[in-house]
């Protein structure tokens, strides 16, 4: 099956944390650079062409594990075939400041796949 669509990879993935500081020193220990963002809602490494977010409680989105969101160059296209091939739309398409849109869907197995698109 080709769906018309493509991505462009796993670019971003986020982590809930329960320690916000410690978590931070981890990370910045494994990737070797400091956040580029760093505010007690959202901590952010940009490292080897990926986007680290650390996320406390979970963030807004109440995550309880990581999530990876793959870059598409059309997110409502690829939500389209995603949930015609099975797939259900937990949060749709919304603008995350910046023209960037992020939704989210779950697939058969309740798996959360996270798509992301930049203008």
Known sequence: MTGTSTTQGIKTVL??????????AVWAALLGVEPQIDEPYYVAFEAAGQHIGLLPGGGPQGL?????????????AKLAEVTAAGATVKDAAQDVGGGRLVA??????GNL???????
């Open 104 to 109: 989210t869907v779950v697939d058969p197995d």
């Open 113 to 119: 796949i996270g798509l992301l698109q930049d203008s």
């Open 64 to 76: 309880t594990s990581s999530l990876a969101y793959w870059h598409v160059p059309d997110i409502e």
């Open 15 to 24: 982590h809930p944390v329960s320690d916000l500081a410690k978590a931070k």
